[in-house]
């Protein structure tokens, strides 16, 4: 924005184009506007070229100081990178990590079916527990669970919600310990405030498995990156968008680029765009979903 001679605020012309354009991609109107999916063009000045230097120039755009900010509770409140699916997430996250040179320490979880009713008979003799061990679901930590010290994760179970340990809460480690692991809070009313995060039992939701299991784990997961879903309701200083393929639900396109708070603080990488050109990604809008609010 701008101040104007007789001290009014004005809004700068390119403020307004930036929101303009993503109430036009929320709404699916952007590209060529079909119902559905829709090809949409990404601004230059938001667009990281695909290079073979792309993702660390994504990288360094949104973790600029890095290495020096590791001791600086508010860096990492105020920035993340993006992307569609869990896989691409947990790459995103390991590349990050090879980055610091802190303590590390690498946790396995003890998984075991559960025996209940759901789960046949011969279920509990095929199914090993380096099968359980394999097992990599939403919500749920990985059973090798590699951590440093100063890296940001993210709480995936509430804890105890009146202080401020909710599902989703960000954190940054502290201690490695073997039972517990101390972290400083980043987002919310208890931001600063240092916590022991402990093992949990915890099952997955995934209604896709035809048996179920439980994982004993620290109930965390690096928080480099995170999936646009997680995103939600955040809003956040630096953002960068990693789209190794698009969207593919409705409505996350607009959900990962309104995240930021201001044009400059955003920025898009797009690979294997396959048939679309290379400043362009797909929208995935259906707007019977507006209809029937």
């Not at 990288?59 to 896989?87: C, H, Q, S, W």
């Not at 320490?105 to 079916?113: A, E, H, P, W």
């Not at 090798?144 to 202080?163: A, E, T, W």
Request: hydrophobic share 40%; proline share 3%; aromatic share 6%.
């Amino acid at each position: 924005m701008r101040l104007t001679v007789g001290g009014m605020v004005e809004v700068d012309d390119d403020i307004k184009a930036f929101a303009d354009w993503l109430i036009q991609i929320g709404n699916g109107l952007a590209g060529d506007s079909t119902d559905g999916e829709s090809e949409v063009v990404i601004p230059k000045d938001i667009l990281i070229d695909d290079t073979d230097d792309g993702f660390q120039n994504l990288v360094t755009f949104v973790y600029t100081g890095l290495l020096m900010n590791l001791d600086n509770i508010n860096y990492f409140k105020e920035r993340t990178i993006l992307a569609p699916t869990l896989e691409v997430v947990h790459e995103v996250n390991n590349t990050i990590m090879e980055f610091i040179n802190s303590d590390e320490k690498v946790y396995l979880s003890s998984d075991s079916l559960c025996a209940e009713e759901g789960n046949m008979e011969y279920e509990l003799d095929a199914i090993t527990t380096d099968v359980l061990n394999s097992i990599n679901c939403s919500g749920l930590p990985n059973h090798q669970l590699k951590l440093k010290i100063g890296v940001p994760v993210m709480l995936l179970r509430n804890i105890d919600q009146s202080n401020g340990l909710c599902n989703g809460t960000r954190l940054q480690v502290r201690r490695l310990g073997n039972h517990v692991i101390e972290c400083n809070i980043l987002t919310g009313d208890k931001c600063g405030e240092v916590v022991l995060i402990p093992r949990m039992n915890m099952a997955p939701n995934n209604e896709t498995l035809p048996f179920r299991f439980q994982r004993r784990q620290f109930p965390l997961v690096v928080s480099f990156a995170m999936t646009i879903n997680k995103s939600q309701d955040q809003t956040l200083s630096k953002v960068g968008l990693y789209l190794p393929r698009p969207v593919f639900t409705h409505g996350q396109l607009y959900v990962a680029l309104s995240r930021v708070k201001s044009r400059e603080g955003l920025r898009v990488l797009i690979k294997n765009n396959g048939s679309l050109s290379d400043d362009s990604t797909l929208n995935v809008v259906y707007r019977e979903v507006f209809q029937n609010l």
